[in-house]
């Protein structure tokens, strides 16, 4: 089988209502890049990657150039054909490699007829729980909804998002506010589900590493005694993370400091973090997760499945992933639950008791919905782009890290921002 197309669609996917975090704010919706490789049998595979616009679509139209004629079943070959790692130094292309290995795969899958997970190792699990992922939020411009902001929000938040789809595991993202604001808001979000008989529920904290090795100290020894799995990222960097991990009695858990191999290397001969969250577009794709986790196995650390933002083709990889982990102890994270549609058949895949089905369907198992593509691939071309690392309400605002420059949590007001 030839690879003989790639064509690269960005679209703009509305959320329920803008998500703020430690560098800015998700402006009220995702923006991705659909990635469909074409072959000479007729079979298209999909991909997904972050971001996106003009030069993310330009960028898969350049990879033609070296892809048009390779067969997709040769994986490992693609890796050094479009991220040699001595080529990486011009061009880092972990990403774009992600997007086009979810495709190869669901183009074997369909192939073959089996799903992407029956390729890899096969299914240890037919279901993956996933942590509610709470954020604090802004409300939307229109209707002044879904704020959340202060400790009662937060509560009624978390407990819709538990009655609406059964969620035991419960992340809160961080390091927008003062810690000790968080850290009252974090106390009172566990407190508040033991009260209503939920007293085996779990719990995590990620500030998105921008706190002070003090602030996270701090922060951690007062949170000693909640259900954690873990304290992600309190801090940036592997040596940072050490300092912080001799003085915190829970596990540290990453999505920023191992993030690759050589990373992870340092982590094993002096470990500063337990607890690696494979993410299966910023390792280069679902193999090199799995590679990851193999190692982890190994030595010790524990995993888990991270989210970057997905829709649901990446989505789709992080389900095939989490399937095939052995050591995987923890429930994922998804954005998935904020998005307020999808651009695959059949919309968005649908929670059961805090859990989400892995597709049997033969390759990734999902199916792109053209009329969906097309309607958020016009909202894009109106929107376009949003700053991510910018907060809507706070111009000229750059945060350090380690951080002080803390958002207001009395500050009510409403970022006009279009959707
Ligand atoms: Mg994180």
Redesign the pocket.
Known sequence: MKITDIKATTVTVPLEAPLRHANGCHWGRFVRTIVEVETDEGITGLGEMGGGGESAEAVFRAMKMRLIGHDPARLEEMRFLIANPTASLYNNRTQILAALEFACLDILGQKWNVPVSEILGGRLQDEIPFASYLFFRYPNAGDESGEVRNIEQLITHARELKNQYGFTSHKLKGGVFHPDYELEAYRALAEAFKAEGFARDRFRF?P?AVWSIEQAIRFGQSIEDINNDYL??PVFGLSAMHRVREKVRMPLAT??VVIGFEQLAANVLNTGVDVI?LDTTFWGGIRPCLKAAGICETFGLGVAV?SSGELGIQLATMLHLGAMLPNLTFAADAHYHHLADDIIEGGKFKYENGKLKVPTAPGLGVKLNQDRLKQYSELYKQLGSYPYDQDPLRPGWIPLVPNNRWADPTDARIPNIKI
């Open positions: 990620d998105n992600e990222d999505n920023t969250l991270h």
